[in-house]
């Protein structure tokens, strides 16, 4: 099973038929693994801050679809979604979470901050649009070294209003850079509606006074994220620069662990899990096309248990870091 367990990183942003099934396979898996932190983390075996991807699984597997050999992905805190997507061993990003020597940064970076570069995933970044000058950096090495790589840095509707964000948009478009923001627009920055923090809510025109094109998309849609995505790394790897890719999505948790998200109302949320969740509108795409039946579906659903299963049975298992690894990976 453990050979199984990296995600399957269905190709062809197309969306086309035979790629739908490793969708559902995939976003099911990232669905499957953090209801799973969820429970370790009230149980007391995830320490610190945790924030959950769910509802927002579509974005994560569709624009991993269009990423490429030697691309990068960077992100935010919200990131255990786009490990998996990007193929990294959920038993090491569950050993991670709980603190664990197997874990992908040997347990010390948690469930913000971790890193796999054989992957081309550079982290987790817990301060908040950090990630966006640290991504729009990874472009500029992919321009200078002529590599013809994209960097896909990922950032929420919050970020959105940081002052580096801009500052990069400027750099991004003025040295034309192979880079794509992902704007993952949840609805709600921490506690706060879109509506009362921003004062322009299409965040995919943030972009407009640098002459970044972008465009708003159906983040709860993987074969829409998917197609966008394409067009959008299309553009950035031509050397025509950075593209803004503006995901509506919602997410069903609170901000983190430890929000109880009072400032939206259960029928709000509810609505959305009936008429808009990413995973059941794929299945009901798969059904319409005659794609899958109900034997298939439960075969993928028991084998997204039995990996999430065995990454938390590796997580308990697996020994806490020896004291000295405080001392390594530290830099003055």
């Known amino acids: 099973m ?11 942003a197309e969306g086309g038929d035979t790629n739908l ?10 669905r499957r693994f953090e209801e799973r932190a969820g429970q370790l983390y009230g149980m007391g075996l995830i320490g610190g801050f945790c924030h959950l991807y769910i509802g927002q699984e579509a974005i994560a597997v569709g624009v991993e679809s269009a990423r490429a050999a030697g691309d990068q992905i960077i ?8 490990m998996l997507a990007a193929g990294m061993d959920p038993r090491a990003v569950m050993a991670e979470l709980t603190g664990r020597a197997g874990g992908t940064s040997r347990g010390k970076g948690g469930s913000m901050h971790m890193f796999s570069p054989e992957k081309g995933f550079y982290g987790g970044h817990g301060i908040v649009g950090a990630q966006v000058s640290l991504g729009t950096g990874l472009a500029l090495a992919n321009r200078n070294l002529g590599n013809n790589a994209v960097a896909f840095c990922y950032f929420g509707d919050g970020a959105a ?11 991004a478009e003025l040295w034309r850079l192979p880079i794509v923001y992902v704007i993952e627009n949840n609805q709600y920055a921490m506690g706060t509606s879109i509506e009362r923090s921003s004062a322009e809510t299409h965040l995919y025109k943030r972009g407009a006074s640098f002459l970044i094109p972008g465009e708003e998309v159906d983040g709860m849609d993987v074969e829409i994220v998917a197609a966008a995505t394409k ?3 299309a553009h950035a790897r031509s050397g025509k620069g950075p593209y803004i890719l503006e995901m509506k999505t919602y997410r069903y948790r609170g901000h983190s662990m430890s929000d109880p ?6 029928e709000e949320v509810d609505e959305v899990r009936k008429t808009r969740d ?9 059904e319409a096309r005659k794609l899958t039946n109900d034997d298939q579906l439960k075969a993928i659903d028991a084998e997204v248990k039995a990996i999430v299963a065995e990454a938390v049975e590796f997580a308990r ?5 020896d004291p000295r690894e405080l001392y390594t990976d530290v830099y003055g």
């Open 2 to 12: 453990a050979g199984k367990a990296a995600s399957t990183k269905a190709q062809g």
């Open 21 to 30: 099934l490793a969708f559902y396979r995939d976003m099911l898996l990232i």
């Open 75 to 82: 992100t935010a805190y919200r990131d255990h979604g786009h």
């Open 161 to 171: 209003n940081q002052g580096q964000v801009y500052e990069s948009f400027n750099m």
């Open 231 to 233: 067009k959008a790394a």
């Open 261 to 266: 998200a009072k400032y939206r109302t259960r």
């Open 278 to 286: 990413p995973i059941d509108h794929l299945v009901e795409h798969l």
């Open 317 to 321: 298992s697996s020994p806490e870091p």
